[in-house]
């Protein structure tokens, strides 16, 4: 994927490059998968359109049209092809990383905002008219809100449709649709089949395969990936009674299970890793849901993607770092390694503030506490699930007993769960970074270093560094480089705009063997808000 010139707005482009429709068909000719989820591929002689690595014979250049989103393919009047399914690709990796009004949108609407909300309430998140916003999508995407939002209904739909045996009427409200007419034409026009007959292309067994009440879903991914990493991220963080790794049902493969709080209810969401023998470029992760409320099922998909950065573009990624003399080597044994967000941003700014000054393990244990203290119980558990995580409200009223913590990082935690709760910062997919950062930077207590990880974390930022940090400058230590911050910030210039990426490197190289001269697990640069931890 090295094929790319700069170019004007309106072509489909890939972050800040654009691919010509020569290069696309190039990617279709050869069935590269690496960029499904970048462009959608339209046959005028069949009125489909296909992922690039459809494994039908490849049309002829004269039939083909080329479109960024799935929803302008369906807007111009094509249908999903039945054999490459490219409704379930990756999404771009556009939509994670830009910070424009685009992508913070695309954001928003792969949560649900949509749906919830309306036109209105997303452009009123985004501080834009609808008339403005619905402008810009049409011109840059081809297909305005509404008809981005229809696009991942329909998509929803054919998931139960195909995975469960729910009644057709309680799948049209579970995917969104507002009348069963409405779901009836549009499943109709996006899959020229009736949600019957969607219904039947699938084993009764196949949708019967999972536990009564759990949806079984495949997470896809493009390139490599490196679940090991991600797993074992997540376990070293994992807050007892809220998140759990056990075994999986495959020997070598661990399974990382959590509880999510969601806009209708709540839900328990188990990842499966790869496990040992499954190539890095599989594909997929199994998962699997149980939701209170089926209408959460869009918005607790697109949180988990978010938590394992799966619409990450890793050849883009490892093919900058790669080439790095410092980073080179471990690019090269370990390809595929992800930037990791989070489920909810409210609960990942308490636990980075809760983790300042203190071990991982000590930060887990007070994380415990709270969940145990100000958490809402399940009405029954599931294995080491018990707990939901407090809430930013419930947390900005707890009683000083209960933060075990110095008198100043207690004050910022309070301040930080009052200015969630009442909206004052926001954390959501829809804000703009550098706004988010000045609003959590004017809170007492709040440091670079925390507003950093939120904004790597919680606002999928690919290009953040740390340079103060402890792990970055043990991981620069053991590979032989100056770990001091000014030093660390010089080398950190060369892996823009992958930074956050690189940050993971250097965590890896730095937990791989003790740290050199380490005795603690803090940062040694102190701001003025107190010395931030590298261990939220």
């Known amino acids: 994927m090295s094929d790319f010139r700069r170019s004007s707005p309106g072509r489909c482009r890939r972050l800040d490059y654009v691919i010509d429709d020569e290069t696309r068909y190039r990617a279709v000719g050869s069935r590269d998968a690496r960029f499904d989820g970048v462009f959608f591929t339209a046959v005028r002689t069949t009125g489909i359109y296909c992922r690039p690595s459809c494994p039908a014979v490849t049309p002829k250049r004269v039939n083909c049209a080329f479109y960024p989103t799935a929803a302008a393919a369906q807007g111009a009047g094509f249908r999903a092809c039945r054999r490459c399914r490219p409704d379930s690709v990756p999404g771009s990796p556009e939509w994670n990383h830009r910070a424009d009004l685009v992508g913070r949108a695309m954001r928003l609407i792969g949560d649900g905002v949509v749906d919830r909300e309306g036109v209105a309430?997303?452009?009123g998140r985004l501080g834009y008219s609808s008339r403005q916003l619905q402008r810009q999508?049409?011109?840059?995407?081809?297909?305005?809100?509404?008809?981005?939002?229809?696009?991942?209904?329909?998509?929803t739909a054919r998931l139960l449709l195909q995975t469960t045996e729910l009644p057709v009427?309680?799948?049209?409200?579970?995917?969104?649709?507002?009348?069963?007419r409405q779901f009836n034409d549009t499943v109709r026009e996006v899959y020229d089949r009736t949600p019957s007959g969607l219904r039947t292309e699938v084993s009764a067994d196949r949708r019967?395969?999972?536990p009564a009440g759990t949806l079984s879903l495949r997470l896809a991914y493009r390139g490599a990936l490196d679940s090991d990493h991600l797993i074992d991220f997540l376990a070293l963080r994992a807050v007892p009674g809220v998140e759990e790794v056990v075994a999986g049902g495959r020997p070598g493969v661990r399974t990382y299970r959590r509880t999510l709080t969601l806009p209708y209810g709540h839900g328990i969401a188990e990842v499966d890793g790869l496990g040992t023998g499954v190539r890095p470029d599989r594909g997929w992760l199994d998962c699997r849901l149980r939701l209170t409320d089926?209408?959460?099922?869009?918005?607790?998909?697109?949180?988990?993607?978010?938590?394992?950065?799966?619409?990450?573009?890793?050849?883009?990624?490892?093919?900058?770092?790669?080439?790095?003399?410092?980073?080179?080597?471990?690019?090269?044994?370990?390809?595929?390694?992800?930037?990791?967000?989070?489920v909810d941003p409210h609960e990942l700014a308490v636990r980075a503030v809760l983790g300042q000054q203190i071990t991982v393990a000590a930060a887990r244990t007070l994380a415990a506490r709270l969940a145990e203290?100000?958490?809402?119980?399940?009405?029954?558990?599931?294995?080491?699930?018990?707990?939901?995580?407090?809430?930013?409200?419930?947390?900005?009223?707890?009683?000083?007993?209960?933060?075990?913590?110095?008198?100043?990082?207690?004050?910022?935690?309070?301040?930080?769960?009052?200015?969630?709760?009442?909206?004052?910062?926001?954390?959501?997919?829809?804000?703009?970074?550098?706004?988010?950062?000045?609003?959590?930077?004017?809170?007492?207590g709040i440091g670079p270093w925390t507003v950093g990880y939120l904004r790597m974390r919680?606002?999928?930022?690919?290009?953040?560094?740390?340079?103060?940090?402890?792990?970055?400058?043990?991981?620069?230590?053991?590979?032989?480089?100056?770990?001091?911050?000014?030093?660390?910030?010089?080398?950190?210039?060369?892996?823009?705009?992958?930074?956050?990426?690189?940050?993971?490197?250097?965590?890896?190289?730095?937990?791989?063997?003790?740290?050199?001269?380490a005795t603690s697990a803090f940062s040694s640069s102190a701001s003025a808000s107190g010395s931030e931890s590298d261990n939220a």
């Open 373 to 444: 203290r100000y958490g809402a119980a399940l009405p029954e558990p599931s294995g080491g699930l018990r707990l939901l995580f407090p809430t930013a409200a419930a947390l900005a009223d707890a009683e000083p007993a209960d933060l075990a913590m110095p008198e100043a990082r207690r004050r910022a935690l309070r301040g930080l769960c009052a200015a969630l709760a009442d909206g004052t910062v926001r954390l959501d997919g829809g804000v703009e970074r550098e706004q988010a950062a000045a609003e959590l930077l004017a809170l007492p």
């Open 208 to 210: 019967g395969g999972a």
């Open 137 to 155: 999508l049409t011109a840059e995407l081809g297909a305005g809100p509404i008809a981005l939002a229809r696009a991942q209904r329909a998509q």
């Open 121 to 123: 309430g997303l452009a």
């Open 294 to 342: 089926l209408r959460d099922l869009t918005t607790a998909v697109h949180r988990l993607r978010a938590l394992f950065d799966l619409d990450a573009d890793p050849d883009a990624v490892d093919g900058q770092l790669a080439a790095d003399p410092l980073l080179g080597g471990l690019v090269r044994s370990r390809p595929g390694l992800r930037s990791p967000g989070h």
């Open 169 to 180: 009427t309680e799948v049209a409200f579970a995917a969104g649709f507002a009348s069963v």
């Open 458 to 517: 919680a606002l999928a930022d690919p290009d953040v560094f740390l340079p103060g940090d402890a792990g970055v400058r043990h991981g620069l230590l053991r590979l032989g480089h100056p770990g001091d911050p000014k030093a660390a910030a010089a080398a950190g210039a060369a892996w823009a705009p992958w930074r956050s990426y690189a940050v993971h490197r250097l965590w890896a190289a730095a937990s791989a063997a003790p740290a050199p001269a």
